[in-house]
T-cell receptor, first 115, second 108 residues
Framework: EPEVTQTPSHQVTQMGQEVILRCVPI?????FYWYRQILGQKVEFLVS????????KSEIFDDQFSVERPDGSNFTLKIRSTKLEDSAMYFC?????????????FGNGTRLTVT | GQNIDQPTEMTATEGAIVQINCTYQ??????LFWYQQHAGEAPTFLSY??LDGLEEKGRFSSFLSRSKGYSYLLLKELQMKDSASYLC?????????WGAGTKLIIKP
């Protein structure tokens, strides 16, 4: 069964450093998302991406965050200058149709630790 | 505002039946999802309801009442591997609003 893959599985970085989280969505999916989950808390929406542009973003997704689809397969999340409160599990997801109608397929996540 | 309520934690016995409730108050409604999340893992899709009534899928069933803003997930013949968090998510104007999840503990 096709799956969403994310790399790395763990990332430790120092406060103020830039990080890039990488994702390969399922190949025939058109919608891509980033979510985060702080340990023990709820899943939080960051951004959705369709047709090579951001379609929705949350208040969390401020100027420190950016997304890119540099080629036909990868989908990346960049955090420009990490803060301690960015420590969380970051999940990439993809869907065939819009998130509200089609199930999301999540990757296994990248655990980001900012020290 | 947008709000989804689920019990924080429930405990059930292996082989039994458990019902996990979800109530929502959202500005719009275009469907409701249930996801399962094992500790340290990604959520996985379980069910989707857009019309009132019961959707059955093997040991898992999901019910929706739009007039009451209410859904439940019913798990039958519980197995130890069903120990996980169960997340309710509502499509409100084509944005997914997530509940905090219900942690289900299964005891032998």
């Amino acid at each position: 069964e096709p799956e969403v893959t994310q790399t790395p599985s763990h990332q430790v970085t120092q406060m103020g450093q830039e990080v890039i989280l990488r994702c390969v969505p399922i190949s025939n999916h058109l919608y891509f998302y980033w979510y985060r989950q702080i340990l023990g808390q709820k899943v939080e929406f960051l951004v959705s991406f369709y047709n090579n542009e951001i379609s929705e973003k949350s208040e969390i997704f401020d100027d420190q965050f950016s997304v890119e689809r540099p080629d036909g397969s990868n989908f990346t999340l960049k955090i420009r200058s990490t803060k301690l409160e960015d420590s969380a599990m970051y999940f990439c997801a993809s869907s065939e149709g819009e998130a509200g109608i089609s199930p999301l397929h999540f990757g296994n996540g990248t655990r980001l630790t900012v020290t | 505002g947008q709000n989804i309520d689920q019990p924080t934690e429930m405990t059930a016995t292996e082989g039994a039946i458990v019902q996990i409730n979800c109530t929502y108050q959202t500005s719009g409604f275009n469907g409701l999802f249930w996801y399962q999340q094992h500790a340290g893992e990604a959520p996985t899709f379980l069910s989707y309801n857009v019309l009132d009534g019961l959707e059955e899928k093997g040991r898992f069933s999901s019910f929706l009442s739009r007039s009451k803003g209410y859904s439940y997930l019913l798990l039958k013949e519980l197995q130890m591997k069903d120990s996980a968090s169960y997340l309710c998510a509502v499509n409100s104007n084509y944005q997914l609003i997530w509940g905090a999840g219900t942690k289900l503990i299964i005891k032998p």
